[in-house]
């Protein structure tokens, strides 16, 4: 049984930390271009961070450029969001995407709310 999913969020105060972790299973993650998706609401889901199969390769959004950081660690299927100096502006659902050829697998998300 494929399955995707997110932990890690939370509420947390502006200029704070949170670290997101996307735990696969029923398939290995190593083939599959991993990202991060949030959606604001009110707003269309947005590309946060991708990583690609090779475990180099990283693409972010200019809004989190030097404050995410995304990471992935094949061996136990998992794909990691650091982020930090949260502004309000980050708050939303945060979704993990595993994506290869014709298979697309979605986690529920996890809540991130940045508030003082």
């Known amino acids: 049984q494929v399955q995707v999913v997110e932990s890690g969020g939370g509420l947390v105060q502006p200029g704070g930390s949170l670290r997101l972790s996307c735990e696969a299973s029923?398939?290995?993650?190593?083939?599959?271009?991993m990202s991060w998706y949030r959606q604001a609401p009110g707003k269309e889901r947005e590309l946060v961070a991708r990583i690609l199969s090779d475990g180099l390769t990283t693409n972010y959004a200019d809004s989190v450029k030097d404050r995410f950081t995304i990471s992935r660690n094949n061996a136990i299927n998992i794909v990691n969001l650091q982020m930090n100096s949260l502004q309000p502006e980050d708050t939303g659902v945060y979704s993990c995407n595993a994506h290869r050829s014709m298979n697309d697998y979605w986690g529920q998300g996890t809540q991130v709310t940045v508030s003082s």
């Open positions: 029923g398939f290995s993650i190593s083939m599959y271009t």
